[in-house]
């Protein structure tokens, strides 16, 4: 038995869209119209009989049929979260907030009333909220403070298939609490609404991987919505495109010259290539033929401002036609309308532990996807109608890409999780995962917390450690904040993480005007190294923001080729942080002034684990593991020597370089005996 399944075909009028208070202005209405077109609607009461019925639910369907958008309105309306909320989870902060601006639209309200969420370093929410949108990252940091997650109702795991390490935790612990809160309530009895608090679950899925949700859920209840899928004809490379983004835009233009009217969405791996692309199509498309259709070329990656990734879904203008750059935000997360051709390079980011370099580190790699995200990417050009799909490799390249990923659980390093587990009292090898992790990676993350105090000699919590949690940083980072409580500076630490924690580089680099970007560069430069650098920065922009207008203040960093944005956004987050500050207790006004040695040593207190020693042939030899470590030639310190050095991360290229670097005294580390022992 493979459970129902719901959609248009077999479906009967319901009646599911749509707030039913005031009268709706015109694109309110027509708003609402879209919400009756959507596969889904036509099922959604029988959907929600069964949701009611069943603790668990696995709802799988195709992209675009109304999943995401719909189903939390359906439980709202329909009366089912009680007087509680609806999580809706997310593995990427982007979709949360543009899936909440687009269901509060639904909902014919502003965002962050009745619909609103929470990623980290935002979030828009109120009282009155019933929905949230959030990141499977933000709703385990609220385990922290909620255990059992009690102002929830109903809690939606959507895009599992993703199987992010956060999902992979939520999921184990929604199991636990759900005996917890749902066996609880069947003890004391029905009918009473402060002690029985059942909680439901629904799994969503746009892959057919249902199956092993179920089973892990004791064979949870499968229900399928059937989408509208039109037929995608595919085409393969003859050979390997190594120049992908050229390949693409090649690709684009001769869509645009041959091809019927109908918006292109092409996948590629990250911002940088995006960003290349962006340029050279704009470049291209101004010396197309005075009658051609006009190019409107839409970037959508997570980095990006809100307001711009929200361009994506408007129509284009009259004869224009859209080219929609995306990383794999919209293979399933994000459905644009008005898709009819696919480019896709068969390339993605993706975060991975190399567990058996430099004592083990994540990095993002650039790697061929697997032939689950192939068969989504195509399915993107059908939604509307029949379309088509280039794939910039051979066919034996998709012939032998595997069949899906590995779940991040097994691929990523777990210092921040496992921190983040033992402040609710549990214990990472011992919790019921639909994967277990690696020994090793756990080995190695229980050393990086003992290293900077989170833990003692034991593997127990300390004080120190549970401060450290309650920041939204990795442990590295948060170490560093606690540890200037002692220190009086942490006016200037926060200030550093804060850009260390933006979404994307302060520095931007501009090839064709190398000289002038060093120049403009020198004047930040501190001789300690790249955070001090970054200090520098931030009290330049302090200083010009409290005196001179927008305007100026955006020139004067387009002068400085620095990036205003991360400014902007760091300015964020350091208030974010200064609210964690006071609840833990540091006073983030403490300042060490023009004297940055504490700086310094409380950023070393926390990457202590991240440091590497000089040798005499001019390499560095990590204190931790036995890697030799380039420093990366972006840094203020590329060029020199020093005796000690601590770094933020470690990228792998062709070789392993160290980003984010800093000189620190080698005495530092004579309290650090393991360490001071094998820098002897
Ligand atoms: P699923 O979760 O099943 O993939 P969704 O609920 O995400 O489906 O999408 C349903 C519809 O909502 C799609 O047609 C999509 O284009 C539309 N949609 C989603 N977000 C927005 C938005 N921000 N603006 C306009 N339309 C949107
Ligand atoms: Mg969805």
Known sequence: ??????????????????????????????IQEQRKQLPI?????????????????????????????????????????????????????????SLAQRVAAEQNGPLGKVVGYAVRFDEKSSPHTRIKYMTDGMIMREL???????????VIVDEAHERTLRTDLLIANLKKLQKERNGSSNAKGKG???????LKIVIMSATLDAEKFSKFFDNAKILYVKGRQHPVKIFHSAEGQPDYVDSAMRTFFQIHTDQPPGDVLIFLPGQEDIESLEKSIDMFAKRLPQDSPEVLVCPMFAAQAPGKNAKVFLSPPPNTRKCILATNIAETSITIPGVKYVIDTGKCKEKQYLARMAG????????????????????????????????????DAFNSMALSGEPEILRCSLTSSILQLRCLGQDLMELDLMDAPDTDTICSALKTLFIIGAFDKQSQLTPAGRHMASFPLEPQHACAIVASKEHGCSSEVIDVISVLSASSKLFLDVTEKRDAVSEARRKFRHPSGDHLTILNVVRAYQAIASSEKKKSRKDWCRKH????????????????LRQTCTRVGVDYTTSCGENEGPVIACLGHGLVANSAFLQPDGSYKQTMGSSFVKIHPGSTLSDK?????????????????ARGVSSIPKSFFAKHHALSQRAA
């Open 41 to 97: 609607y036509l099922g959604a009461d029988a959907l929600i009989e069964e949701i009611k019925k069943n603790d668990v639910t696995v709802l799988l369907g195709e992209t675009g049929s109304g999943k995401t958008t719909q189903v939390p309105q359906y439980l709202l309306e329909s009366g089912l979260a009680g007087n509680r909320m609806i999580a809706v989870t997310q593995p990427r902060k982007v979709a949360a907030t």
């Open 641 to 657: 020597k020093v005796p000690a050095i601590v770094y933020d991360e470690l990228v792998y290229t062709n070789q392993i370089y």
């Open 1 to 30: 038995d493979h459970g129902n399944t719901f959609g248009h075909t077999n479906g009967r009028e319901a009646n599911h869209a749509g707030p039913s208070s005031a009268p709706l202005n015109p694109a309110a209405q027509a």
């Open 144 to 154: 922290m403070s909620d255990p059992s997650l009690s102002r929830y109702s109903v």
């Open 192 to 198: 009473n609404s402060n002690n029985s608090k059942p």
């Open 561 to 576: 080729f620095l990036n205003e944005r991360t400014l902007i956004e760091a300015r964020e987050i350091r208030e974010q």
């Open 360 to 395: 083990g580190f994540d990095t993002l790699l650039t790697r061929d996807i697997t032939k689950s995200s192939a068969m989504q990417r195509a399915g993107r050009a059908g939604r509307e109608g029949s379309g088509l799909c280039f794939r910039l490799y051979t066919e």
